[in-house]
């Protein structure tokens, strides 16, 4: 959301807060939407879905300029300060998925695609 969002106060924001705000979401070919669509059908949570971009970037285009607010996955989020947008986390429920890495056993890593997968895990670890 942007910083000048109603929302903004808060440290965490719960679901059904969301509700009277128009949303910026992507579209239903994403896993992302599909997680999404689902937790929210589980908790019997109805949101104001009012734009559905195909990219997370184009999103937060929109919520920059102020059209609506995003729900997006921590690592699809600007991760250091910026001039216009602030996240916060969303709770009750908490909507998650498992991300890996996947390695053929019997191969062994180039230096370069190990550095990769220690940039990964370390971003991975971050809150």
Do not use: C
Not at 11 to 36: A, C, H, K
């Amino acid at each position: 959301m942007r910083k000048d969002h109603r929302l903004a106060e808060f440290e965490t924001i719960e679901w059904d807060q969301l509700e009277p705000y128009p949303l910026v979401v992507v579209d239903r070919s994403s896993g992302n939407r599909t997680l999404l669509d689902g937790a929210l059908a589980r908790h019997n949570l109805k949101l104001n879905w009012f734009y559905e971009v195909t990219h997370l970037n184009t999103s937060l285009g929109l919520v920059e300029a102020g059209l609506g607010i995003s729900v997006l996955p921590r690592l699809a989020t600007p991760q250091d300060d910026h001039p216009f947008l602030v996240t916060r986390p969303i709770v009750n429920p908490v909507v998650s998925r498992t991300i890996g890495i996947v390695q053929r056993r019997s191969s062994v890593l180039s230096p370069a695609a190990e550095k990769f997968v220690e940039m990964l895990l370390k971003a991975w670890k971050t809150p």
